[in-house]
């Protein structure tokens, strides 16, 4: 008898060093299977903060570009009399996208919005995802061609975000804000896809765009809103685009 305990102190340290040796082989299969599942939920829950985080840095980037452009064409309006640049319809060169290139180190990704689908496409053309309000550019009766003119410059929009829809074409670098309200298209039921033709609405997550005033400053404008706006001009209440 006194023999037998010196032989279970044995098979004690042999079930110790096999239970030691499995913990130094690392995990098991289930709980390897637990820690994927646990990183694939905390993947899940972090990849759609991930992806808002970097669209509302696209639209902080899209924003400080509008502000650019807006200061730049300040500095031409002061050397120019007041006068706002022109658009593509004074002569290809004659264009905001040529005239403003020397207030913006004639850097042409200024001109570029990150969610512009079809950006490194308008590098190429020259062109522009972002358009010119046609009333402070083309003569007309409701247009202003002068930022000294303005009364309200806070309140005019020069500067939109443009149409997925518009084509490369060098001179869709403005839009045709004079026209969308005419009896013509809303007795025909045209202002919505005149509209949808040369401004994009929605660019940026969160169905928002956005908007540079004359004094400079630019404004996040969700997409119902301004559709707010197209409806109160279609009923002649007011035109959003008019300048003021």
């Not at 079930?15 to 390897?32: P, Y």
């Not at 007795?187 to 609405?201: E, F, S, T």
């Amino acid at each position: 008898m006194p023999s037998e305990a010196p032989r279970r102190l044995v098979r004690r340290g042999a079930v110790a060093e096999r239970r030691s040796a499995m913990r130094q082989r690392g995990f098991t299969l289930v709980e390897l299977l637990v820690v994927i599942a646990v990183i694939g939920l905390l993947i899940a829950l972090l990849l759609p903060a991930l992806q808002q985080s970097r669209a509302a840095a696209r639209s902080t980037a899209c924003k400080s570009s509008m502000r650019q452009i807006g200061l730049a064409m300040q500095m031409y309006a002061n050397n120019h009399r007041g006068r706002f640049p022109l658009s593509a319809h004074a002569g290809a060169t004659a264009s905001w996208v040529y005239s403003l290139g020397p207030y913006l180190e004639n850097v042409d990704d200024i001109r570029i919005c990150p969610e512009d689908p079809q950006g490194r496409e308008r590098v190429a053309k020259k062109s522009t995802s972002y358009v010119l309000n046609d009333l402070i550019c083309l003569k007309g009766p409701d247009a202003i061609l002068s930022l000294w003119k303005l009364k309200a410059s806070s309140q005019t929009l020069t500067v939109f975000e443009g149409s997925d829809r518009r084509n490369l074409d060098f001179i869709n670098e403005h839009v045709h804000a004079s026209t969308w309200f005419s009896e013509y298209n809303i007795h025909r039921g045209l202002v919505w896809d005149l509209i949808d033709r040369d401004i994009q609405l929605d660019r940026h997550q969160q169905q928002h765009a956005n908007y540079l005033y004359a004094d400079g400053h630019v404004e996040t404008i969700p997409a119902e809103t301004v559709r707010g706006w197209i409806d109160e001009g279609i009923r002649g209440v007011r035109h959003f685009a008019k300048p003021r």
